[in-house]
């Protein structure tokens, strides 16, 4: 520390008797005080100090009274100090009286400090005096510098955060938002500051949002707070995407803010999307394998049955004219020739109709829009001979739809059906076949209805297996109903029967695509 400036002229010298030595009260006090106190006379001198004053300048109280408070200072605040008291004396000015001020501090060992002096004006009666407080604010810079450094890290993480970070204040205004929330939103921050939060999501995600809010500030139950939930956000152009949003509470200050932490999560949503599509997928295919599986039981154990029928017929007879042959007795072999001959072209038809019941779905013709009158008359025109013997009756319904599919397999398919009506209508009086369509479950169902015997209830869920004949006594393969309704499934429609029971008729029911160009 500098020496007293000995051109100075003190009119108290350094044992003029101090307010604190006259006081001994207030003495005691100041010492206990943590920030040094200083008292200085209207020329800058020291006239009294306490100990925490003696603690900051590493000194004691004889080393500093008598000289300038100045002296206390380095360069420039010593020649401000000097400055500023000089011209409130002289103008009243108050420049440095009554106002904290940073400067930097010298201890006696000369080590320099950063400080906070405040310089108040006293009066002793007449006296005019002035008392000057001091802390050491290193650490406090320090501390300062320390916390705007975090907070200026913090806000480099928040405006690179890849999660759009907003807060708002009790009332749901936006106080502030990073980069990625502009940049998501399509808003500058200047345009959002101020504005309400749900301004970003679209109705009623913005009225429930702001009932969460209001209801949580009047009950205090959390609803929202601290709870991932997925939203609709809102763009500034009005386009809409998913988001999850999560909003904590703080309060610095005693004052309630809220943090919104905001993701884009069109891509999870996406994926989640194509999940369940895959999903259903699988599932679907799970079921068309278990179908497939429970057909193909089926298949085998129709194709081992029926074709071993005639085999057996074959190889019986075989035997026998074997046996006759060996014994030279030919009576009897043209008979047994025509019952193998006959077994073997049974054999052949089911042959014929299992490779092309199997290629059902496998070969596939381009698909067309077909007028359901023109294939019902083309039908019609194959089954013309049966249908005459039989003296059938045959209506068509005006309103006949446009479907679309392969005209081959769907000419096969009515045809199956016309067929079948046909055979079953045998011993009935008047027969009549009717197609038509009408509407169910907001579709076009087409059918082919008729007077014959009809199916019984327990009956009709087996009608449409493989190889199934419900009345042995009617001439057939058991294939055609099972291949209208592959027919109809590799068309993506379906198919069943609708009837009363025996002697009450039936009616066939399916359904098919639409034309593309149908306005139904």
């Given at each position: 520390m500098t020496q007293p400036d000995e051109s100075f002229d003190s009119p108290f010298g350094t044992h003029h008797p101090s307010l604190t030595e006259t006081d001994a009260p207030a003495r005691i006090a100041l010492d206990a005080s943590l920030a040094a106190v200083i008292t200085i006379n209207e020329q800058g001198v020291?006239?009294?100090?306490?100990?925490?004053?003696?603690?900051?300048?590493?000194?004691?109280?004889?080393?500093?009274?008598?000289?300038?408070?100045?002296?206390?200072?380095?360069?420039?605040?010593?020649?401000?100090?000097?400055?500023?008291?000089?011209?409130?004396?002289?103008?009243?000015?108050?420049?440095?009286?009554?106002?904290?001020?940073?400067?930097?501090?010298?201890?006696?060992?000369?080590?320099?400090?950063?400080?906070?002096?405040?310089?108040?004006?006293?009066?002793?009666?007449?006296?005019?005096?002035?008392?000057?407080?001091?802390?050491?604010?290193?650490?406090?810079?320090?501390?300062?510098?320390?916390?705007?450094?975090?907070?200026?890290?913090?806000?480099?993480?928040?405006?690179?955060?890849?999660?759009?970070?907003?807060?708002?204040?009790?009332?749901?205004?936006?106080?502030?938002?990073?980069?990625?929330?502009?940049?998501l939103f399509g808003y500058s921050h200047n345009e959002l500051i101020g504005q309400n939060i749900s301004l970003l999501m679209p109705s009623p995600y913005r009225e429930d949002h702001d009932n969460y809010i209001n209801a949580y500030l009047r009950t205090g139950q959390r609803k929202i707070l601290g709870i991932s939930r997925d939203v609709v956000g809102c763009r500034k152009d009005g386009t809409t995407f998913p988001m999850e949003l999560a909003v904590s509470e703080a309060k610095p200050g005693g004052q309630r803010h809220f943090t919104a932490i905001i993701r884009d999560i069109t891509s999870r949503k996406a994926a989640e999307r194509q999940l369940k599509y895959f999903a259903s997928q699988l599932q679907e295919r799970n079921?068309?394998?278990?179908?497939?599986?429970?057909?193909?039981?089926?298949?085998?154990?129709?194709?081992?049955?029926?074709?071993?029928?005639?085999?057996?017929?074959?190889?019986?007879?075989?035997?026998?004219?074997?046996?006759?042959?060996?014994?030279?007795?030919?009576?009897?072999?043209?008979?047994?020739?025509?019952?193998?001959?006959?077994?073997?072209?049974?054999?052949?038809?089911?042959?014929?109709?299992?490779?092309?019941?199997?290629?059902?779905?496998?070969?596939?013709?381009?698909?067309?829009?077909?007028?359901l009158a023109d294939l019902a008359r083309e039908v019609?025109?194959?089954?013309?001979?049966?249908?005459?013997?039989?003296?059938?009756?045959?209506?068509?319904?005006?309103?006949?739809?446009?479907?679309?599919?392969?005209?081959?397999?769907?000419?096969?398919?009515?045809?199956?059906?016309?067929?079948?009506?046909?055979?079953?209508?045998?011993?009935?009086?008047?027969?009549?076949?009717?197609?038509?369509?009408?509407?169910?479950?907001?579709?076009?169902?087409?059918?082919?209805?008729?007077?014959?015997?009809?199916?019984?209830?327990?009956?009709q869920q087996h009608i449409f297996n493989l190889f199934e004949q419900l009345n042995r006594e009617v001439p057939g393969s058991g294939i055609g109903l099972a291949m209208a309704k592959r027919i109809v499934e590799s068309h993506g429609g379906r198919i069943w029967v609708e009837s009363d029971g025996i002697g009450s008729g039936c009616t066939m029911c399916f359904t098919l695509p639409a034309a593309e160009n149908s306005s139904s």
């Open positions: 020291i006239e009294s100090v306490n100990a925490a004053a003696n603690r900051l300048f590493g000194s004691r109280e004889a080393d500093m009274v008598g000289q300038h408070l100045r002296n206390l200072m380095t360069s420039p605040d010593r020649e401000n100090c000097a400055e500023y008291l000089a011209k409130y004396l002289a103008t009243g000015r108050k420049n440095f009286i009554g106002r904290g001020r940073e400067v930097m501090g010298q201890r006696l060992d000369g080590t320099i400090f950063s400080m906070l002096l405040s310089v108040n004006e006293v009066w002793l009666g007449e006296q005019r005096k002035f008392t000057a407080v001091a802390c050491d604010i290193t650490n406090l810079g320090k501390a300062i510098g320390k916390l705007e450094e975090t907070e200026s890290r913090s806000r480099a993480i928040l405006q690179s955060a890849a999660d759009a970070v907003i807060t708002i204040d009790e009332r749901g205004e936006i106080e502030s938002l990073n980069a990625t929330a502009e940049n079921l068309e394998l278990s179908r497939s599986n429970e057909e193909l039981e089926r298949f085998t154990y129709a194709v081992s049955h029926d074709l071993k029928s005639p085999l057996v017929t074959i190889k019986g007879f075989v035997g026998r004219l074997q046996r006759h042959v060996e014994a030279g007795e030919f009576n009897e072999i043209e008979d047994y020739l025509s019952r193998i001959s006959n077994a073997a072209a049974r054999m052949g038809s089911l042959l014929d109709n299992l490779l092309t019941y199997s290629r059902v779905g496998r070969v596939v013709n381009p698909h067309e829009d077909i007028p019609i025109e194959l089954c013309d001979i049966s249908i005459q013997d039989r003296g059938m009756q045959v209506t068509l319904n005006e309103q006949l739809t446009v479907i679309r599919g392969d005209r081959f397999r769907l000419v096969e398919l009515l045809q199956n059906l016309v067929e079948n009506s046909v055979k079953f209508t045998k011993d009935v009086p008047n027969p009549q076949l009717e197609i038509g369509t009408f509407t169910k479950w907001q579709q076009t169902v087409c059918y082919v209805r008729d007077n014959g015997i009809g199916i019984e209830q327990p009956q």
